[in-house]
């Protein structure tokens, strides 16, 4: 459950790359409520340099049963996020796991390594505009608000797939105290749903909710 929301709420599928306005990455950190295995939590996403034009976000999640930490470092291409390197690092009651993610763009290919099977540690081949879990977040921030196509191409976990995302109109949240319309992007597989919330000037979703059956794990920016 864990690894599926942290990459469940993220997207994938090729989309039109010349038509991507520019990120222009920015210091960010907010603290984030979440209910989690029917527990509160505390969580935090953060976006900060790490020096030679790249960045670092995180996102962790914590409570009395979990310590979840995930974190990829990223820089910008033309305007387009590129991943470098990540880590995912989890710890569930007495399980902890951990993986790496390594993006070798002067080889085109991603590889894991640590806590993975064999048949996910890659090599998978890159192409440009290729996103792992977290920047897809930033990307989804970035386009919803655009009103750009909500397509990606996600590799990660081993892995290369397609999502897209629709647009399920506006509503309303409080961010920072105040009252603020927010565009709604849902994705439906199954009988699992994932729906995020965005708004202008956020960098990241203000809300992340995924309902896996009978199952609800939400994430969302502290008032």
Known sequence: MTKTFLRGAMLAASLALAALPAFAAQPFSAPYQADYMGMKA????AIESAGNGQWRYTLEIRNQLADLVQTTVFDEDGGVLRPLSGSDS???LIKKSNRKATYDWSKGVATWSGDVKP???GPIKLQKGDLDA???NLAIARDAVAGKPLRY???DNGKARDLT???AGKENVTVGGKSQQATKVVSTSGDKKVTLWVVPGVPVP???MQVNGGDTIDLR???
């Open 42 to 45: 505390t969580g935090r996403m």
């Open 153 to 155: 191409r996600l590799v």
């Open 221 to 223: 920016i502290a008032q």
């Open 134 to 136: 977290l920047l897809v």
């Open 90 to 92: 989890n710890k569930l």
């Open 206 to 208: 203000v809300r992340i």
């Open 119 to 121: 048949d996910r540690a």
């Open 165 to 167: 995302y629709s647009v």
